[in-house]
């Protein structure tokens, strides 16, 4: 009995005692869902992508791979900025190419071309009814853009000769902007150095990761830390190769740089950490097994059901009769004739 109210003692201590029953309560309430915290601040759900996207909210790994979770004290920090939740929506409020070009009080063609020429960096993008790209501009950056007594002479007048020229030949730096921004996103976020390596993956063709990483444990260990284009579309729909289109590097430069980063980061990684690989005696296996034993076994093709041995409708019993009778006929009619 003693030994029986010993173990219930530290039983007891341990639940108590110990403090682990509310410590781990008090863990799962300092934490919050993404969607949760979004409603906490007052943002719609595209309005607190954007803004973790940026930095302005911090999230944390959740407890299942690709969730993220938002610590209560973050909310209670942001909720107690100045002007919340009015300054938390600024700051993150994104605008297309008309409420953009009036807000810098230009023309929206003028404010197409100096996007085009990568003065105006897009911070998101999405599709319209069109399939069409809209692309989207936080506002403040407009507003200093504006304000910027430099930028004169690019929003009123003639359009520079050398911008003229690059316009003329049909220069478009809004996608690369784009992803060069999305991928510092990417990078912030990683915590892992296979992950920092699968963010710029994700903005090569896999020809190109093939060519850098070219151990293949080491390439499948990679593609599951690659990021899907943002959307969240079918990956076969035609909205989300326009996305993984906008998100696969296309200039010569880029690419370069890209690789140079991803070789060095997957060297990173298998410091870090080996890919997982099969064991030496799975591979032996493998090796020392005959390559015919390898081979698929196909099932041998279903045999043909056998005849009936007599018939079973009265119509089937009258055919088999008659060609019983021609069949004897034939056969009379064979025999050579008999001379008298």
Not at 273 to 294: K, V, Y
């Amino acid at each position: 009995m003693s030994g029986q109210r010993t173990t219930t003692t530290q039983r007891t201590v341990t639940a108590f005692d110990t403090g682990a029953g509310p410590v781990a309560a008090a863990k799962d309430d300092s934490w919050v869902t993404t969607g949760r915290a979004a409603r906490e601040l007052g943002l719609r759900r595209t309005e607190f992508d954007l803004a973790v996207r940026l930095g302005r909210v911090r999230t944390d790994p959740g407890r299942v791979p690709g969730e993220r979770r938002v610590a209560r004290a973050e909310i209670e920090r942001l909720r107690a900025g100045p002007d919340f939740p009015e300054a938390l929506r600024r700051s993150v409020n994104a605008v297309g190419t008309a409420e953009g070009a009036e807000l810098l009080g230009v023309a929206k063609s003028r404010f197409t071309r100096l996007a085009r020429l990568g003065l105006l960096v897009p911070v998101a993008f999405h599709l319209n009814r069109y399939r069409a790209v809209v692309w989207l501009y936080l506002a403040d950056e407009l507003r200093l853009f504006g304000d910027d007594g430099k930028h004169a002479a690019l929003l009123t007048g003639r359009t520079p000769e050398g911008l003229r020229g690059l316009l003329d030949s049909g220069i478009d730096l809004r996608p690369r902007n784009w992803r060069g921004r999305h991928l510092g996103f990417l990078l912030r976020e990683a915590e892992d150095p296979w992950a920092r390596a699968g963010a710029v993956a994700s903005f090569l063709d896999p020809l190109h990761v093939a060519r850098v990483v070219r151990d293949p444990y080491d390439r499948s260990h990679l593609n599951t830390f690659r990021r899907r284009p943002p959307g969240g579309a079918n990956p076969d729909s035609p909205g989300a190769r326009i996305a993984a289109d906008l998100t696969t590097a296309r200039d010569d430069d880029e690419i370069a740089w890209l690789r140079a980063d991803l070789a060095r980061l997957v060297d990173e990684a298998r410091a870090h950490r080996p890919a997982p690989r099969p064991s030496a005696s799975c591979r032996a296996t493998s090796a020392s097994e005959p390559l015919a034993s390898r081979r698929p076994v196909l099932a041998p093709p279903p045999a043909r059901p056998a005849a009936s041995a007599r018939p079973d409708t009265p119509a089937a019993a009258d055919r088999a009769r008659r060609r019983g009778l021609l069949a004897r006929w034939r056969h009379r009619t064979a025999r050579p004739a008999t001379r008298p």
